[in-house]
Nanobody
Framework: QVQLVESGGGLVQPGGSLRLSCAASGFTFSNYVMSWYRQAPGKERELVAS????????NYAGSVKGRFTISRDNAKNTVYLQMNGLKAEDTAVYYC???????????WGQGTQVTVSS
């Protein structure tokens, strides 16, 4: 079965950095677009960044462009989110996700908490 397991969240001061990882299993990772979403308390879940199956193209939410970088290692079935210049408004639970067309289903990891606070 499809499994997505995030790690790397934590508490960081404003201006700091974190790198999130998402280990995938149960599907042919290199064939699928991977995305990071986040959900802050009281807000809707929003798309943060996506990366194409071969890593050849990426896109970002305007609020994180220039500060966050999504990447992937298809040999390790892992997608990353490097977050620099963190701000208080980046505080959220971050989720790894992929759309699985054969089942018309979006799969989610369990989420990892990122808290930006002094």
């Amino acid at each position: 079965q499809v499994q997505l397991v995030e790690s790397g969240g934590g508490l960081v001061q404003p201006g700091g950095s974190l790198r999130l990882s998402c280990a995938a299993s149960g599907f042919t990772f290199s064939n699928y677009v991977m995305s990071w979403y986040r959900q802050a308390p009281g807000k809707e879940r929003e798309l943060v960044a996506s990366i194409a199956s071969a890593g050849s193209s990426t896109n970002y939410a305007g609020s994180v462009k220039g500060r966050f970088t999504i990447s992937r290692d298809n040999a390790k079935n892992t997608v990353y989110l490097q977050m620099n210049g963190l701000k208080a408004e980046d505080t959220a639970v971050y989720y790894c996700s992929t759309w699985y067309p054969l089942r018309a289903t979006r799969y989610w990891g369990q989420g990892t908490q990122v808290t930006v606070s002094s």
